[in-house]
């Protein structure tokens, strides 16, 4: 009598499991990112995080659907019809780098004071004033968090 093949009811999920923080609000619980293959798998909450405990929120529970989601951007957009036409192409970080050089270097070496901006809760607020004070303008804030 041939055998019957053993199903695996407990596959593995993951090659590696990476410890960081969710970024989908200001609380930055801990999460647990499983990779399979160099890929985001799952996540799940970091159960000795001091914040959370292994707890997640809907939207840490949902940070996978923002990393694989196939709208998100994968390299710098640069408009090539009008305004409100939704005509992109994708450029290299140097071109994109270099066109924000070109665009705001006549503002810093007449009247820095004048760019004023406001950054949200996920970028370093550490690294937003260093960049404003070296700037040269005072108009800027970031969200708490």
Not at 1 to 21: A, C, F, G, W, Y
Not at 59 to 81: F, N
Not at 98 to 115: F, G, I, N, V
Request: hydrophobic share 35%.
């Amino acid at each position: 009598m041939p055998s019957q093949p053993t199903p695996d009811l407990s596959p593995q999920v993951s090659d590696e499991v990476r410890k960081t923080t969710c970024y989908m609000c200001a609380c930055r619980c801990g999460i647990d990112v499983h990779m399979k293959a160099g890929r985001v798998a799952y996540i799940e909450g970091n159960r000795d995080h001091p914040v959370n405990k292994g707890v997640l929120c809907a939207k840490g529970s949902a940070g996978i659907m923002q990393h694989l989601s196939p709208a998100r951007l994968r390299a710098p957009l640069k408009r090539v019809g009008p305004r409100g036409s939704g005509e992109f192409e994708e450029i290299s970080w140097d071109e994109a780098l270099q066109l924000a050089t070109d665009w705001l270097k006549p503002l810093r070496d007449t009247a820095p004071e004048k760019l004023a901006f406001f950054t949200g809760r996920d970028q370093s607020q550490s690294f937003t004033g260093w960049w404003a004070q070296a700037f040269g303008t005072p108009n800027w804030a970031a969200h708490g968090g």
